[in-house]
């Protein structure tokens, strides 16, 4: 199954950055993932650099790889990061986003897990087929029906590290189709993209890195007052699942960003 991905990971106008993006792949399997330290309580890169790191080592170190099998791995991370909580005082709330892209290359198959804002987006033939529901009180409140309240998008109830330790939402498992594409990242990326934009840059590539450049040149035409990270992955040849570029998609996605 061919398989191509692409990665960012950028400061932003952030003092520091507390992404980390990670990815392990051989001929039987693959992980995609992105880690936030969560914002506003000392030790976040920290957070984010175990989790990473833990998680990549539990894959590269089981022979078996199926959801039950990604599950426990993350719940060991979420151990290992209370642990090394313990050992540390002053980071003894350092906690982290995750967003975790899983696929069998074996089996042609794919799940996903995520904890706190950061985002696995799923497109099929071009379109959005499904994206991870945030663990935030502002995606509580808009899906209760409040629009513009005014609440910070950062407060989550949900992330590795906090109390009470919650478990990650995992997807279903699906069956990959050639021209499947992939986003995982961190908010401080999807926060300058309207899903619409995504779906119009990859119509408008031939490649997976160009397809994350055309995204990452939006991006950077905004204000990017936060860390943003981001990995594209794509299945077979999603530019032939999609529609042809046309100066009507160029004319919508362009300008938006001057």
């Given at each position: 199954?061919?398989?191509?991905?692409?990665?960012?990971c950028?400061?932003g106008?952030r003092?520091?950055?507390?992404?980390?993006?990670?990815?392990?792949?051989?001929?039987?399997?693959?992980?995609?993932?992105?880690?936030?330290?969560?914002?506003?309580?000392?030790?976040?890169?920290?957070?984010?650099?175990?989790?990473?790191?833990?998680?990549?080592?539990?894959?590269?170190?089981?022979?078996?790889?199926?959801?039950?099998?990604?599950?426990?791995?993350?719940?060991?991370?979420?151990?290992?990061?209370?642990?090394?909580?313990?050992?540390?005082p002053?980071?003894?709330?350092?906690?982290?986003?995750?967003a975790?892209?899983?696929i069998?290359?074996?089996?042609?198959?794919?799940?996903w897990?995520?904890?706190?804002?950061?985002?696995?987006?799923?497109?099929?033939?071009?379109?959005?087929?499904?994206?991870?529901?945030?663990?935030s009180?502002?995606?509580?409140?808009r899906?209760?029906?409040y629009?513009?309240?005014?609440?910070?998008?950062?407060?989550?109830?949900?992330?590795?590290?906090?109390?009470?330790?919650?478990?990650?939402?995992?997807?279903e498992?699906?069956?990959?189709?050639d021209?499947?594409?992939?986003?995982?990242?961190s908010?401080?990326?999807?926060?300058?993209?309207?899903?619409?934009?995504?779906?119009?840059?990859?119509r408008?590539?031939?490649?997976?890195?160009?397809?994350?450049?055309?995204?990452?040149?939006?991006?950077?035409?905004?204000?990017?007052?936060?860390?943003?990270?981001?990995?594209?992955?794509?299945?077979?040849?999603?530019?032939?699942?999609?529609?042809?570029?046309?100066?009507?998609?160029?004319?919508?996605?362009?300008?938006?960003?001057?």
């Open positions: 199954m061919k398989m191509m991905f692409a990665s960012r950028q400061q106008m003092d520091e950055n507390q992404d980390r993006t990670g990815a392990e792949l051989d001929d039987q399997k693959a992980c995609f993932l992105v880690c936030d330290g969560v914002a506003g309580l000392p030790g976040g890169d920290m957070a984010a650099q175990l989790v990473r790191d833990t998680l990549l080592t539990q894959l590269q170190h089981h022979d078996t790889f199926t959801p039950e099998s990604t599950r426990a791995a993350i719940e060991h991370c979420q151990q290992v990061l209370i642990e090394a909580q313990g050992n540390n002053n980071f003894s709330r350092m906690s982290t986003t995750l975790a892209l899983f069998d290359r074996e089996k042609q198959l794919a799940w897990a995520h904890a706190g804002d950061s985002r696995v987006y799923h497109f099929r033939h071009g379109v959005l087929n499904q994206v991870t529901r945030d663990h009180l502002a995606q509580q409140l899906e209760a029906g629009e513009n309240t005014g609440i910070n998008s950062n407060l989550l109830y949900n992330a590795l590290g906090v109390e009470p330790a919650r478990p990650a939402t995992f997807s498992v699906i069956t990959l189709a021209g499947d594409a992939f986003l995982v990242c908010d401080g990326f999807w926060l300058n993209l309207t899903t619409h934009e995504m779906e119009l840059a990859l408008m590539v031939n490649a997976c890195e160009e397809w994350l450049t055309l995204m990452e040149q939006a991006v950077n035409r905004s204000v990017k007052s936060d860390n943003l990270s981001a990995l594209a992955v794509w299945i077979g040849e999603p530019q032939e699942a999609t529609l042809l570029y046309s100066q009507a998609d160029a004319a919508r996605f362009l300008p938006s960003r001057y």
